[in-house]
């Protein structure tokens, strides 16, 4: 387990103690005032964050993109993926054919499946951003494999 893992579980482990030693007082011992604001204090803590604010909040990237992404720099290790923010970091990998490693980043920043929507950052090992022209190439291939699955999938 590494520090910064270590240091999540006991950060976590401590906000769960604190957020637990709060609920100590008793309601009935408390002045109408402070109930009121205890209540009001309940809609405003940490645990809100759990709690589905709007159900008819979805993913909002785009699936074809997303996936077609996934087939075309599948030669890259994925190290995180998060779909609500719409982010791949890929580590290093080097392509079929190639000698030379990189590693990706992609954005799908909106649900349509249009060129505005998707954002490929390449590096190669000494941390140098890739030509434009290649970073093209592959926002390129991407979303010509995101048409075909699109085109695929028959639900136009």
Same mark, same amino acid.
């Given at each position: 387990?590494?520090?910064? +893992? ?55 990237? +785009? ?19 998060? !779909? ?11 392509? !079929?054919?190639? +000698? ?10 909106? !649900? ?13 090992? +000494? ?30």
């Amino acid at each position: 387990m590494t520090f910064i +893992n270590r240091f999540k579980l006991v950060f976590a482990g401590a906000a769960l103690l604190a957020v637990s030693a709060c609920g100590l007082v008793q309601p009935e011992a408390l002045t109408p005032e402070a109930q009121a604001q205890t209540e009001e204090e309940r809609r405003e803590t940490i645990w809100d964050i759990f709690r589905d604010q709007d159900p008819d909040v979805k993913v909002s990237v +785009n699936r074809f993109i997303w996936n077609a992404s996934l087939e075309v720099l599948n030669f890259l290790p994925v190290e995180s993926v998060d !779909p609500f923010t719409g982010v791949i970091v890929m580590g290093y990998g080097t392509p !079929p054919g190639g +000698n030379r490693a990189y590693r990706a980043t992609v954005y799908v920043k909106d !649900p349509a499946l249009e060129a505005r929507s998707l954002v490929v950052a390449l590096q190669d090992r +000494n941390g140098r951003t890739v030509s434009a022209s290649t970073q093209r190439a592959i926002e390129d291939a991407i979303l010509s494999r995101a048409r075909q699955l699109r085109i695929q999938d028959g639900r136009l």
